[in-house]
């Protein structure tokens, strides 16, 4: 789908990225009415030490005009691959935007799936999935 069709696109963040996923996932807990542990400083931190990676395993949403509206991806699954986690992220704003949910989970979940082959040959694998709207 592109931007035309749905009014977002997937692609991986890059470091410009930063503002507006932090302000889409305050927006997010406001909504929701929790706290946010992690403080400026450890978003900062974690975006920066996470960049190459965040780059590989998770995409953000990006409506017209650039705003970050959604992101989603796998965290870094733990030995021996037989979990792999992964997340969305939306706006309140695109909350009823099934079409956005759906295409973050489906990459993440195939993302996921290049993981899988690191597993046990005998090992159930499963995706745990993490979600608020």
């Given at each position: 789908?592109?931007?035309?069709?749905?009014?977002w696109?997937?692609?991986?963040?890059?470091?410009?990225?930063?503002?507006?996923?932090?302000?889409?996932?305050?927006?997010?807990?406001?909504?929701?009415?929790?706290?946010?542990?992690?403080?400026?400083?450890?978003?900062?931190?974690?975006?920066?030490?996470?960049q190459?990676?965040?780059?590989?395993?998770?995409?953000?949403?990006?409506?017209?005009?650039?705003?970050?509206?959604?992101?989603?991806?796998?965290?870094?699954p733990?030995?021996?691959?037989?979990?792999?986690?992964?997340w969305?992220?939306?706006?309140?704003?695109?909350?009823?935007r099934?079409?956005?949910?759906?295409?973050?989970?489906?990459?993440?979940a195939?993302?996921?799936?290049?993981?899988?082959?690191r597993?046990?040959?005998?090992?159930?694998?499963?995706?745990?999935?993490?979600?608020?709207?």
């Amino acid at each position: 789908m592109t931007l035309a069709q749905t009014g977002w696109q997937l692609r991986p963040p890059v470091a410009e990225d930063f503002e507006g996923y932090v302000t889409m996932i305050e927006k997010r807990a406001e909504a929701l009415h929790v706290q946010w542990r992690m403080t400026r400083a450890g978003w900062e931190e974690w975006w920066a030490t996470e960049q190459s990676r965040l780059t590989s395993d998770m995409r953000v949403a990006e409506a017209e005009g650039g705003r970050i509206v959604g992101a989603g991806g796998i965290e870094a699954p733990p030995e021996p691959f037989v979990v792999l986690p992964v997340w969305a992220s939306v706006h309140p704003e695109f909350w009823d935007r099934h079409d956005l949910w759906d295409a973050l989970y489906t990459w993440a979940a195939a993302r996921a799936l290049s993981f899988a082959d690191r597993a046990p040959a005998a090992a159930q694998v499963n995706l745990l999935g993490e979600a608020s709207d």
